[in-house]
């Protein structure tokens, strides 16, 4: 047995050499010592150094002197499948490709293709060993020595060639038998590893391949068991050169021996936690910015096809937290990652970049499937019940869509820019009420331009009383076809208010904790005008579920209306049925509250749930009012009309009338009359008109 030394800063010293001369030459050496075609590979592909094996199988197929790289070595679809190789090696994951890989002639120039881990060399360039190994005879080096003294190379100069080599070495003879090659091994490591299983593990190993073997070090007396976190003695096992005809068993091999490194378990652990969320599973924003660049390399090369870079932001999230607690939150992202990757498919990347922001990319033919894609991750989240207790949470979402067309230029593009354009989009869809889509189509420059960015959705608490509007929208009796209430509406004016819709505003009122000030200052207004008009129609206004439970939105009720029932039977107050199903405790008790004082009471956007159902015998509720799924196109839908049918006689026998919203055309407003709907409000009746008395 023949172990090296380890080069120390004395012996280069001596060597007379310069560092990046002395270990050019040394892995010019050892390139040589290789059985196959070799070379040394930087991260563009530029082949840096190479043996004489690789140059006569180039010189052999007319390619001399050898390309400068491995692009201009090999076709394309051969030169795509070793990038990604080239790729996962710098990245510290030796990999292999098995597989025909071609020259740039058509000619074979191997079957199978090793890259291993990265090494850096002293001038400061970094490559990776690539090994050219093929089922066939490998072809004959051609050079002025002859055959028998380049063979005589490889094993009479060994020991010089060991003796700089940085890193011990063991050759395994070829008269050893496995039990002794593996012996020697573990001495050589000086690890207390059982011997026999060393031995199996060189059965297994492919023969005439190079191959890797992790033993741990020794640990004190105990040999027991290692702990895949103890530290680890790589051994690389290399076949050399053989003098005979003998068996591949029986070849000699060298083992390289590297101590003290990081066990490959935890390795690709840690590899694994640094691009993968630790909650969902699903891939980082780390992960994603280097999918997606890998995406926009392909791109280059395939123009025909295009991309969508997907942007999420869950609306009202922070409820879920909130109301259900932290393990509700994380139920709830872990069924929206589930969602997000049915959605995608196998061909699409995932993403959780943040703590409710999500994000995706798709290969998309067009920005119309683009925007189809980001509607089903929305119907998706749709269908999304999270029951905690006697709760039932729901979620929505605003997508932004950055959409790469087929054949754009993508010189000035990169995966940061590309996640900011969709973000923008994304926050564009909030401005207007969340629960949208909004794709833009990427086109030159606009990855390099600032006058892109929006502004900050405006602080709820910034707007003055000035800047706050009421409008009516009429409520008509269908029966009597003839005006029978309003609903009170709160819009934004000004320039600040530009772009930006009530929905979006509102939303973020309810977030910042500011919404019961709103609907507080909404109620002072509409109680203001109720209490001076002699009109008895019914007045309709929504109120949050923060202002069902703040005190001092019912002390002003209490106060307003405890002394004027006449006033209090104007009112109706409504509250949306998600709010109902997040806290129905809450609502039921609120309700209790302004029934007592002589106000009606409502669940807006009612969609059926069994949930609200199940609650309706104890609640005291006086209108349903349905979302505008159950009443829209309900007269080219039989099925859906049987539906409503059935949801309006269950709310008639629990003694509830319905109000339909979002109706729109004649035949809607005559088929609801039928079906015994009560009243219905929308475009064909009236738009919301600015309230006069509110002035």
């Known amino acids: 047995m023949q172990v090296s030394q380890r080069l120390d800063s004395s012996r280069r010293e001596a060597s007379g050499y310069e560092d990046s001369i002395t270990l050019t030459a040394f892995h010019s050496s050892l390139l040589e010592v290789l059985p196959h075609a070799a070379a040394y590979?930087?991260?563009?592909?530029?082949?840096?150094?190479?043996?004489?094996?690789?140059?006569?199988?180039?010189?052999?197929?007319?390619?001399?002197?050898?390309?400068?790289?491995?692009?201009?070595?090999?076709?394309?679809?051969?030169?795509?499948?070793c990038g990604k190789a080239l790729s996962a090696a710098f990245n510290g994951v030796p990999s292999q490709i098995t597989g025909a890989i071609y020259l740039k002639s058509g000619q074979l120039l191997c079957t199978h293709l090793l890259c291993t881990s990265f090494v850096s060399f002293s001038n400061g360039h970094r490559a990776v060993l690539i090994q050219f190994e093929t089922d066939a005879v490998e072809p004959k080096a051609v050079d002025e020595q002859p055959q028998d003294s380049r063979r005589d190379f490889g094993l009479r100069d060994l020991?010089?060639?060991?003796?700089?080599?940085?890193?011990?070495?063991?050759?395994?003879?070829?008269?050893?038998?496995?039990?002794?090659?593996?012996?020697?091994l573990v001495t050589a490591a000086r690890s207390a590893y059982d011997v026999s299983l060393v031995t199996e593990a060189l059965r297994d190993l492919p023969a005439g391949s190079t191959q890797t073997l992790y033993l741990p070090e020794r640990q004190g007396k105990d040999s027991s068991a290692f702990p895949v976190d103890r530290r680890m003695c790589e051994i690389r096992l290399a076949p050399l050169p053989q003098t005979g005809s003998g068996r591949d068993q029986d070849a000699p091999m060298m083992a390289i021996l590297r101590r003290n490194v990081d066990c490959p378990y935890e390795?690709?652990?840690?590899?694994?936690?640094?691009?993968?969320?630790?909650?969902?599973?699903?891939?980082?924003?780390?992960?994603?910015?280097?999918?997606?660049d890998q995406e926009l390399q392909r791109l280059r090369l395939e123009p025909e096809s295009g991309l969508a870079i997907i942007y999420i932001d869950l609306d009202e999230f922070k409820k879920v937290n909130d109301l259900g607690g932290h393990d509700a939150g994380d139920d709830m992202l872990l069924r929206v990652a589930a969602c997000l990757t049915l959605t995608l498919g196998e061909f699409g990347t995932a993403a959780r970049i943040g703590g409710d922001e999500f994000a995706g990319m798709l290969p998309v033919a067009s920005k119309e499937a683009a925007h189809e894609?980001?509607?089903?991750?929305?119907?998706?989240f749709d269908r999304i019940r999270l029951e905690i207790a006697d709760r039932v949470f729901?979620?929505?979402?605003?997508?932004?869509?950055?959409?790469?067309?087929?054949?754009?230029?993508?010189?000035?593009?990169?995966?940061?820019?590309?996640?900011?354009?969709?973000?923008?989009?994304?926050?564009?869809?909030?401005?207007?009420?969340?629960?949208?889509?909004?794709?833009?189509?990427?086109?030159?420059?606009?990855?390099?331009?600032?006058?892109?960015?929006?502004?900050?959705?405006?602080?709820?608490g910034s707007f003055r009383a000035n800047e706050l509007a009421l409008y009516s929208m009429p409520i008509v009796c269908l029966r009597r076809q003839q005006f029978c209430g309003s609903e009170i509406l709160l819009r934004l004016q000004g320039e600040r208010a530009e772009g930006l819709s009530s929905r979006a505003w509102i939303s973020a009122a309810e977030r910042s904790g500011f919404i019961a000030q709103v609907d507080a200052w909404t109620l002072d207004k509409v109680l203001d005008v109720a209490e001076r008009s002699p009109v008895r129609s019914l007045l309709t206004m929504n109120v949050s579920a923060e202002s069902a439970r703040d005190p001092n939105f019912r002390d002003c009720l209490f106060n307003r209306l405890s002394p004027n029932p006449l006033l209090a039977s104007k009112l109706c107050l409504e509250i949306a049925e998600k709010d109902f199903l997040r806290e129905p405790v809450t609502v039921e008790n609120f309700f209790q509250f302004v029934s007592d004082l002589g106000c009606q009471t409502a669940i807006d956007d009612f969609a059926g749930h069994w949930p609200v159902l199940s609650r309706l015998t104890a609640l005291r509720v006086d209108w349903l009012k349905l979302e505008a799924s159950l009443t829209q196109q309900v007269v080219e839908a039989p099925a859906?009309?049987?539906?409503?049918?059935?949801?309006?006689r269950a709310a008639h026998e629990l003694g509830i009338k319905v109000i339909a919203k979002h109706v729109e055309t004649a035949a809607e407003a005559s088929l609801l009359k039928e079906l015994n709907v009560e009243a219905a409000q929308g475009f064909y009746f009236g738009r919301p008109e600015p309230w006069p008395e509110a002035s």
């Open 640 to 648: 859906k009309t049987a539906i409503l049918s059935g949801l309006v």
């Open 394 to 460: 729901t979620i929505g979402g605003s997508i932004g869509v950055a959409y790469l067309a087929p054949g754009i230029s993508l010189d000035d593009t990169d995966p940061a820019s590309l996640l900011a354009i969709a973000d923008r989009a994304c926050l564009r869809g909030k401005r207007f009420g969340g629960r949208s889509v909004q794709v833009h189509s990427v086109v030159s420059g606009d990855c390099a331009a600032n006058e892109m960015a929006l502004r900050d959705l405006p602080e709820p």
């Open 267 to 292: 390795v690709a652990e840690n590899r694994r936690l640094a691009y993968q969320d630790p909650l969902t599973g699903l891939a980082n924003r780390r992960s994603l910015t280097r999918a997606l």
């Open 373 to 380: 894609i980001a509607e089903r991750i929305l119907d998706g």
């Open 159 to 184: 020991n010089q060639l060991l003796a700089g080599f940085p890193d011990e070495v063991v050759i395994l003879e070829p008269d050893d038998t496995l039990e002794q090659r593996a012996a020697k």
């Open 41 to 81: 590979v930087g991260r563009d592909g530029n082949i840096l150094v190479h043996n004489k094996l690789l140059k006569s199988m180039c010189r052999s197929n007319d390619m001399s002197p050898v390309p400068v790289s491995l692009q201009s070595l090999m076709d394309d679809a051969s030169w795509k499948r």
